[in-house]
């Protein structure tokens, strides 16, 4: 046996011993007056002035003991902070000390009692009374080592958060973060709305998806890949501004940027173009970190990103020849193109170069070559149709859309653009992707024929716009993996 397991065991034998002897292991009667953050602010605003009589009621998780015979020193913790806890048998008396000479690192405490300064001046609770509130039964790491191992952080994530003090202020920072952008779009009057997260078709977005079967309804259901249709529904109907933060799902791989599961936010905002949303996105970002990082300029691994000033904005076709180095006499001529391509290392399945268009293949050397250096905020713009079945052709260039795409350090953050409400145009569009399905394309929308109705009834010119919380919080938390931001990340099952 394992030595883990050995102390498990003792701890388990410990319990029954305790329960034997009339001990709760789980009870449910102390009731906390106080949080550990509640006296440290009280200390704060007292500049150490404290009534020598003020009673705390506190509880929270021992993380620390240091004994000394008939007394001991524990550092515990709850929610908002960690204090020390001052353990006297002539306080708690004979009983309460001996069931705390039972308890261990990892239980619940709780304890009443008052505040004082030891000699270095910490200020400390001396308890008055002590009670076992929750039994641990497997111990803690090594507090020195703490939880180092990616895999078992992501997998017990409990773990990682007892632990680990960073990584609890990484989650309340991403509880900020969504806090705040309903804050923002709240105060710009858009109304916050909820849309099915099971649909009869997958649309919204070119991805596979995951299909259940709902079986009252003798039906197969999709898991959403994007809310975008509904949303644009709820515009149809009369709701102006509406946005959702939502969870989609999206059936493919898994990476540092990628998670099966994911959060977005997605807005919509009537009688606006992709312009008016480009200036919306700069303010709402501006504002984020200033929330989040308490400055508009931070830095993400390693490099310094700058959100201050008005962000670079720039077209597809612009990045390609300044970035990745394509020659404009190239840009219709596919074969060309594709054998630029090819040298550069960017790399195409044989079907696929039989079924895309000069639109795909620019966007693809886009991906590879011009994406990857994209570190500073930048608005690329003017994407192909091909790419963009959900968007307003340009005006001026009605083989382009009214559409752009936010990337910052090197990876695409917000999509948004002007969106398309001539519901003959959305239905060529729809029939130009179902054709592709024949033509071996795996992941088209289908003809979503309530959605074209709705547009038949009349629709305002809107924009709309989605954005990545996932990898907003990365940016905004310097995390270096989408694992690292997600509370329970999806993993590949480990043998027992």
Known sequence: MSQKNDVIETRREKNQLLTESGVALFPNDFKVTHTIGDIKQLLENESGEIEADASFSVAGRIMAVNRFGKSAFIRFRDRSGQLQAYIRTDKVGEDAYALFKKMDIGDFAGMTGTLFQTKTGEWSLLANSLKLVAKATRPLPEKFHGLKDPEKRYRQRYLDLIMNADVRELFVKRSRLVQAIRMFLADRDFLEVETPMMQPLPGGADA??????????????????????????????????????????????????????????????????????????????????????????????????????????????????????????????????????????????????????????????????????????????????????????????????????????????????SELNDPEDQKNRFLNQLENKEAGDETPQIIDEDYIRALEYGMPPTAGEGIGIDRLAMLLTDSASIRDVILFPHMKPVEN
Do not use: C
């Open 208 to 417: 596979k998806p995951f299909k259940t079967y709902h079986n009252s309804l003798g039906m197969d259901l999709f898991l959403r890949i994007a809310p975008e249709l509904y949303l644009k529904r709820l515009v149809a109907g009369g709701f102006e501004r509406v946005f959702e933060i939502n969870r989609s799902f999206r059936n493919e791989g898994i990476s540092t940027q990628h998670n099966p599961e994911f959060t977005m936010l997605e807005f919509y905002q009537a009688y606006a173009t992709y312009e008016d949303l480009m200036n919306l996105t700069e303010a709402m970002f501006q504002s984020l970190a200033l929330n989040i990082t308490g400055a508009m300029d931070f830095e993400y691994q390693g490099e310094a990103i700058r959100f201050s000033g008005t962000w670079q904005r720039i077209t597809l076709l612009e990045s390609l020849e300044k970035i990745a180095g394509v020659d404009p006499a190239l840009f219709n001529q596919k074969q060309e193109l594709i054998n630029f391509a090819l040298e550069k290392g960017v790399s195409f399945g044989a079907r696929d170069m039989d079924t895309m268009g000069i639109g795909k293949i620019l966007t693809k050397i886009f991906d590879v070559l011009v994406e990857p250096e994209l570190i500073q905020p930048t608005f690329i713009t003017g994407y192909p149709v091909e790419v963009s079945p959900l968007s307003r052709r340009n005006r001026e260039n009605p083989d382009l859309t009214d559409r752009f795409e936010l990337f910052i350090a090197g990876r695409e953050i917000a999509n948004g653009f």
